[in-house]
């Protein structure tokens, strides 16, 4: 499905209070099919939204998870995936986030982002739930 908002928690975790991804290679092997679907689809692209803990000052917050994005960006760009495909973003704590996505029949849902620490991915940038998290998070 185009319109995918997917949480990489599990498949590409990042050391303890840490921008550093606890196994590259790994991480790598999760997110192989989005990277050959982008390296088909130069036209597409996708949202990276970093999410943090509620421990410390918000401006700190948002840096920090916008550089938890910018990690998993480096691995579609060592991958092949051209720069113009991928937006980063830093939410700050996850919580705080209100996401809008489908469901199996693709039914807008809406839901509060129950995790943090993660970056949620968006597989559509162009869609209206990304377009607003770009803006409010830029």
């Known amino acids: 499905r185009k319109d995918q908002v997917l949480d990489l928690q599990e498949s590409v975790p990042f050391k303890p209070d840490s921008t ?3 196994n590259e290679n790994e991480s790598v092997k999760s997110l192989r099919k ?3 679907y982008l390296k088909e689809n ?3 692209q996708i949202l990276l939204v970093g999410t943090t803990s509620s421990a410390g000052e918000e401006k700190s917050l948002k840096k920090f998870s916008y550089k938890r994005a910018e990690s998993i960006k480096k691995i ?3 991958s092949g995936v051209k720069d113009n495909q991928i937006i980063c973003v830093g939410a700050g704590y996850g919580s705080n986030l209100t996401i809008k ?3 199996a029949e693709n039914k807008l849902i809406e ?3 129950q995790r943090n620490r993660t970056v949620w991915l968006f597989t559509d940038a162009t869609s209206n739930s990304a377009k ?3 803006e409010a998070y830029k």
Do not use: G, Y
Request: aromatic share 4%.
């Open 20 to 22: 550093e991804l606890k």
């Open 34 to 36: 989005i990277i050959q």
């Open 42 to 44: 130069p036209n597409s």
């Open 76 to 78: 579609f760009l060592s």
């Open 101 to 103: 996505d489908r469901d």
């Open 111 to 113: 839901r509060k982002a």
């Open 132 to 134: 607003k998290l770009i």
